[in-house]
């Protein structure tokens, strides 16, 4: 049986990225040697680190003076870094979640922090609006994308102080204006590539402007001066990360998967509101496209279990939603098929029939 992964994350590649990354694990570049087991700095692997910057750069229009490193830790290292580097005395954040909140919590010891909104009182199920960004920051940071709750913020701020984004899983799915951040971050493992890398698109020139001394691996100039190679960097993600990024670029860029990405979650979010059976958990204008989450509608509560056995018996997998909100998530990163949604779709309208 086909089997439709609706992860939230590690999460759906495309078929083919996988096929290359393990045949690059067997054998890299028909030197009869494993990715696994070459240096990062032999002439095999330069190339790949090397264009895995240029396209992220190429894809996300990264204006010049930017720079593109590829770290271990996680974007939960990022929570730390950030302030590490760019919190001098106070920065703004918005609240908008689990991870949002996470972020937050780092700053808080490196100096003062300003919650500018927070939509915490009804469960994070919409984007607060409205609020002001204050200008005696150091900076404003805010999720993009809400993985568990949902919600999605699909602007990009016009702020005046430097805006620092953790887009760890919206990231290549649609078109961002860079020169309006100073930083931009991101866990691999949504959209870009398998677990074990973090990518960061960092503006140079708003770096060394704390006075703290910073431990030299989370300096993020140790790592911009040494081409992501200060030590041994995450090959095989990094690898996998090239491969998809190929894979988005032959499919016709951002762009593209801006398109996809909203044609599946109209079908999707259509279907929820149709479906008797459902609801969706978040206000209709801050749907994430991303992480589609719904619940069964108060008069069929009891049928949740049922229902998430049904799904799994035809092939959907990944869909119990988060235990902070309960009921499904159907995550539908870039490599997700119109085709899985509609099977989901079917696998639904199949269950209101039973019902
Ligand atoms: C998954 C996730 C994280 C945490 O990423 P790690 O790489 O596991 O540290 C942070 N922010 C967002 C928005 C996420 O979805």
New binding site residues.
């Given amino acids: 049986m086909k089997k439709y992964n609706f992860n939230?994350?590690p999460s759906i590649l495309p078929r083919e990225v996988i096929e290359q990354t393990a045949q690059a694990c067997l054998d890299f570049n028909g030197i009869g040697l494993s990715l696994m087991e070459i240096s990062h700095r032999s002439k095999d692997f330069q190339p790949v680190m090397d264009e895995a910057q240029q396209l992220m750069k190429e894809l996300l229009d990264v204006p010049a003076g930017y720079s593109v490193i590829f770290l271990g830790?996680?974007?939960?290292?990022q929570?730390c870094m950030v302030p590490y580097n760019f919190l001098e005395k106070k920065a703004a954040y918005l609240n908008t979640g689990t991870?949002a909140k996470?972020?937050l919590k780092e700053a808080k010891l490196f100096g003062d922090t300003i919650e500018v909104a927070s939509s915490a009182d009804k469960n994070y199920n919409y984007i607060p609006k409205g609020f002001e960004i204050p200008s005696d920051v150091d900076y404003f940071h805010f999720?993009s994308?809400?993985?568990?709750f949902g919600t999605e913020i699909r602007k990009d701020f016009d702020a005046p102080v430097p805006v620092i984004a953790?887009?760890?899983?919206d990231i290549l799915s649609r078109p961002i204006d860079v020169s309006k951040y100073a930083m931009i971050y991101?866990?691999?493992?949504?959209n870009l590539s398998m677990?074990g890398v973090?990518f960061v698109i960092v503006k140079d020139d708003a770096l060394g402007k704390v006075s703290r001394n910073i431990p030299t691996m989370l300096d993020y100039r140790t790592h911009i001066e040494k081409g992501s190679m200060f030590n041994t960097p995450p090959c095989v993600p990094i690898y996998s990360a090239l491969m998809n990024l190929r894979w988005i670029k032959a499919q016709g860029g951002v762009k593209e998967m801006d398109r996809r990405a909203s044609e599946r979650a109209e079908i999707l979010y259509a279907e929820i509101d149709r479906n008797k059976l459902f609801r969706g958990t978040v206000e209709t204008e801050d749907r994430s496209r991303m992480n589609i989450c719904f619940v069964m509608n108060d008069d069929y509560k009891e049928l949740e279990a049922e229902f998430a056995a049904f799904a799994t018996s035809l092939g959907m997998v990944g869909i119990k939603g988060h235990r902070s909100v309960g009921g499904f998530r159907a995550s539908c990163y870039n490599a997700m098929s119109k085709e899985g949604v509609e099977a989901l779709v079917a696998c639904m309208k199949e269950f209101e029939k039973k019902h």
């Fill in positions: 939230a994350g830790g996680g974007a939960s290292l929570f991870w996470k972020a999720t994308n809400n993985t568990i953790d887009m760890s899983s991101g866990g691999a493992q949504k677990a973090t």
